[in-house]
């Protein structure tokens, strides 16, 4: 029983550890992607009223519409990193507690 308790825990620090630096990955592409992508933004519409401003016209809002877009995905998939994450480190804490009360 302890066996199978110790190998569960090494799997799941093994997935906790994956999610972490999935999670850590894809938080630092969403900032470069927003600091950059900003930028790149500020340069093709002038500013960011011109920006904003352009949703009422469809055409030029594309290039900034792909922007959010793309934006939200990356900050979906690192809360996705992060949620499992958070549930591999709840499962972690239950094997710990599960394995005081095995001698």
Known sequence: MKALLLSEKVE???S???????MFISSVTLVVYAVVGWNV???FYGSAT???MSLLLVL???PCLLYFIFGISLLIL???FMMKAGEAKQKMNSLEFQSQFIK
């Not at 906790?16 to 999935?22: D, V």
């Open 12 to 14: 799941v620090q093994k």
């Open 16 to 22: 906790l550890r994956s999610n972490l630096i999935g």
């Open 41 to 43: 933004m500020m340069a």
């Open 50 to 52: 011109v920006m904003f």
């Open 60 to 62: 030029p809002f594309i």
């Open 78 to 80: 690192t809360w996705m």
